[in-house]
Nanobody, 115 residues
Framework: QVQPVESGGGLVQAGGSLRLSCAAP????????LSWYREVPGKERELVAI???????SYADSVKGRFTISRDDAKNSFYLQMNSLKPEDTGVYYC?????????WGLGTQVTVSS
């Protein structure tokens, strides 16, 4: 069963950094789309960052210049480096990947940024 697992969430002060990781027991050379979403109570799940099947990197306007998505196929993992964190970045962060033809979601990791 393909179950991505996030790690790296936590509590950080505004201006601080966190690095989220997402690992999955699949051959990452067959993974096409990698993405990070976040969810805040009362709002729809928001796409934060994505690596498309064509290798394009894209970010939500609210995180451009602060967040960086990357992948390490040898470690079957991808990451979200989050710098200059703001209280409005608080939420549950989910990773998602497309393996062959199906999409798989992690269970989420909480990120809380205090002011």
């Amino acid at each position: 069963q393909v179950q991505p697992v996030e790690s790296g969430g936590g509590l950080v002060q505004a201006g601080g950094s966190l690095r989220l990781s997402c690992a999955a027991p699949v051959n990452f050379f067959r993974v096409s789309i990698l993405s990070w979403y976040r969810e805040v109570p009362g709002k729809e799940r928001e796409l934060v960052a994505i690596i498309t099947g064509g290798g394009t990197f894209s970010y939500a306007d609210s995180v451009k210049g602060r967040f960086t998505i990357s992948r390490d196929d040898a470690k079957n993992s991808f990451y979200l480096q989050m710098n200059s964190l703001k209280p409005e970045d608080t939420g549950v962060y989910y990773c998602s990947l497309r393996y062959i033809k199906d999409e798989y979601w992690g269970l989420g990791t909480q990120v809380t940024v205090s002011s």
